[in-house]
């Protein structure tokens, strides 16, 4: 169970699910372009996103774990999703890096 922990397994399941099983549903049930655009991409992983990197700085969790959602979600574009739509992985990354900085400033000036 250590090894699992080490490796931050919470994060990869939420990445999984989001990342590969979202998209995947989404265009399994024939959702709309404008609600898999606005609803999905924008609204929902973009506040994942923005979760994860305050999640990830407050347990104090290695900085590398920042790049587990968007890469998984980069396979879940690919796979399941239009070609625009794989550049929003690097609009989760910058994302959850900025949510990491700014819980990380905000923490710091609460000191």
Do not use: H
Not at 45 to 54: F, S
Not at 65 to 80: D, K, R
Not at 86 to 98: G, K, N, P, Q, T
């Amino acid at each position: 169970m250590a090894f699992l922990e080490r490796i931050g397994w919470r994060y990869w399941v939420v990445a999984l699910i989001m990342g590969l099983g979202l998209p995947a549903l989404a265009m399994g049930i024939g959702l709309s372009p404008v609600w898999r655009f606005g609803g999905l991409l924008v609204i929902i992983n973009g506040c994942l996103a923005i979760v994860l990197g305050r999640d990830i700085y407050r347990r104090t969790q290695p900085g590398w774990w920042l790049l587990i959602w968007p890469v998984i979600y980069l396979l879940g574009a690919v796979w399941f999703l239009p070609k625009y739509t794989r550049y929003f992985a690097i609009v989760y990354l910058c994302l959850s890096y900025l949510a990491y900085g700014l819980t990380q400033n905000k923490i710091e000036k609460e000191s």
